[in-house]
Structures are given as C-alpha cells and as structure tokens.
C-alpha cells in the first residue's frame, strides 16, 4: 500500500448510529478503493448512510498530493496522503478550501 492516513476521521455529529472504528476503518478501504476505480461522487457515507461522499485533491507542494473523502450531508472526512500522481488527479478536482488548509498545514511543520 502507498498510501497513508494523515489525521483522524472527522465525524462529530454521528447521531446515534456510531460506527465503530472496524466499521470506519472498512469505510475508509472502500472509499480509497472505489476512487482508485475512477468513482469520486455519490459514494457511500459510514455516517450519515447517504450516499454524498465525494473525493477531492490537493496538491499543496509540487511533490505532495493528497486525496480527500468528504461528505456534503454530514461532518464525515477523511484524507490520504498519496505518493506520486492520485490515479484519477485533475486540476478542476481541487479543492480549494481543502488546498489552502493542506498548504496552511504544511507551512507549520519544520522539515
Ligand atoms: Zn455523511
């Protein structure tokens, strides 16, 4: 695998249908798996069971992309940091919210 997790799942408004972490760690393999397939939209959320999970990049230094799990019904995220080129990369999927967070992350941290 050459992908890792960087950062925790956000989901704080989960309800009363808590996922466990096997659930949420199953959730995250699928997400990774079905965007590696090429699908970035209308994923299944682990939290909130609609299915409003899109994936988004961003690319905050020219060697660093990282790919994002977010849904729009709920708090669920998530991101991959990914070495090398994301398959299904392209410009217009940047987020640009995402990338400044990414670009404002890495600025703090001292190599
Ligand atoms: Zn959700």
Known sequence: MRRRFIGDIVCSDMG?????????????TD???AADSGKLDSLD??????QTVSVWFTH???DI???WFVCSSCSFSFRAQISG???HYSESRINQKLQEY???LLA????
């Open 85 to 87: 080129i994301p398959k």
């Open 31 to 33: 997400l990774l798996w």
């Open 16 to 28: 009363k249908d808590i996922p466990t972490k096997q659930d949420l760690l199953k959730a995250q």
């Open 65 to 67: 992309y990282r790919e």
């Open 45 to 50: 959320c682990p939290s909130c069971h609609r």
């Open 108 to 111: 703090k941290i001292k190599f």
């Open 102 to 104: 990414d670009v404002d």
């Open 60 to 62: 905050p230094k020219p």
